[in-house]
């Protein structure tokens, strides 16, 4: 059967919407078809967008109390296409329509609460001999580059501060899913003066062009790791800023006097919440050797709960996996662990179905050593890991490059806060995973980034410091 495409899919440059110099497919992962046409950027586009964006920071850098206003506006705006918004991303993503609505409403919320943040001037000096403020000024253009798992609240968590603090952006999707953030484009240069946003889409090739570009003094970049250090060798001949939020490997250890009953459902969820393709989701549970049956068969019991299906159908709560090379990846890593001695207490295959599905996935009998402990999964596959020893577990824990979070789960909140501070990495939550809130700063140790986003800290990075000095002598 030949499946009529979607198209009418337009960048938005310098306030206009502009067809792609050519067009690529996009794939719908609940069925594995081409369903749309996107446009794809070429260099003379990228180039008009950078333009427009360098134009347009002129004035834009002006006014914070109306830049202030227009991200508001620009979450409201947000906020009344989100039903149509949600179809096009559970379309493009797979999850389901009402996660994809909630992904929205999201958005909306962290743009708000990311117009209200304040970067204060402060006064450093203030005597006979000299008045000294420290002020902080935008950077000019920014190129803002997202991933495919959360496309359209990760484009949020970069345009809102971008923004706050004086600067321009041209944001581009991943190539899986570039048609939302290109509405969100739309939607959001529709309250802002023509070239403060400009959305492209294109291949990974179009995000080269964008990190050296010279229009370009900020990356903001959400991706993997190897992506992550090319961005950083790309940003090094021309000294761009950038902000790098990478993968993750995060553990949760469960202490000896936790409850399985009272634990296991966020354990659960805090590995599987969209689909196990979450940055910092749980993607390895260390579990004293006397908990470990009992948890494993608790989590494999929800998972086999768990209702998978297309993002349209009712009553769905995880859709497919977003592509197919990660489809394959997941697969690829769960047949390597099932050779090499796992059981898959849940799970363990794709799905005897069109599109990418993939069961949800509990592994037992693995440790350190097995590619889907060591490495990033991103899926919907969670390995089970007895430990005797705290101290040993919270060692192989960080024994990783990874370092975006990790969590500690007991009744015992000191004890747990004791443990979890001892992780490496950028977040360590006790009782909960994945607790991000627009006031949190979110970044990584290690590999999982440089840098971090939201809160006045990750709003301080789109900017720079000035020191203005007045001799009073
Ligand atoms: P990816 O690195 O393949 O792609 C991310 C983006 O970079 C896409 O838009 C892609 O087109 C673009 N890109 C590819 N090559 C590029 C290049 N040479 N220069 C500039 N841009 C380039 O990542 P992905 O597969 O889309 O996303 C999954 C990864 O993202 C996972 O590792 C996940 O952990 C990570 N992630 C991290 C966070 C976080 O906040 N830390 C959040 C979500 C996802």
Redesign the pocket.
Known sequence: MTQTLTTGFTMTIGGKSVAGAGGFGVVNPATGQVFAEAPDCSREQLDQAMAAAKAAGVSWRKDEDARRGAIKQAADALLTHTEDLAEVLSAEQGKPLKAAAYEITETARWLAATADLELPRTVLQDDASAYAEVVHRPLGVVAA??????PLL?AGWKLGPALLAGNTVVI?????TPLSTLRLGEIVASVLPPGVVNAVSG??D???W??SHPAVRKIS????????K??AA?AAPDLKRYTL????NDAAIVLDDADVATVERGLFWGAFINNGQ???GIKRIYVPERLHDELVEALAARARSVRVGAGTEKGVQLGPIQNLP?FERVRGLVADALDNGAVAAAGGKPFDRDGYFFEPTILTGVAEGTRIVDE?Q?GPALPVIPYRDLDDAVERANNTDYG?SGSVWSPDLDRAAEVAARFDSGTAFVNDHLALQPYLP?G?SKW??VGV?NGPWGLAEFTELQVIYRNRK
């Not at 580059?145 to 959360?150: E, G, K, L, S």
């Open positions: 580059i997202t991933p495919w798992n959360f990760l581009k999707p991943s190539p899986f291949g990974d179009l995000g080269a964008m990190t970049f959400t991706g993997s790791v190897p992506t992550g090319a961005v790309a939020e990478l993968g993750g979450i940055c910092a990660q990033e991103f975006l979110f990584g999982s980034g986003e």
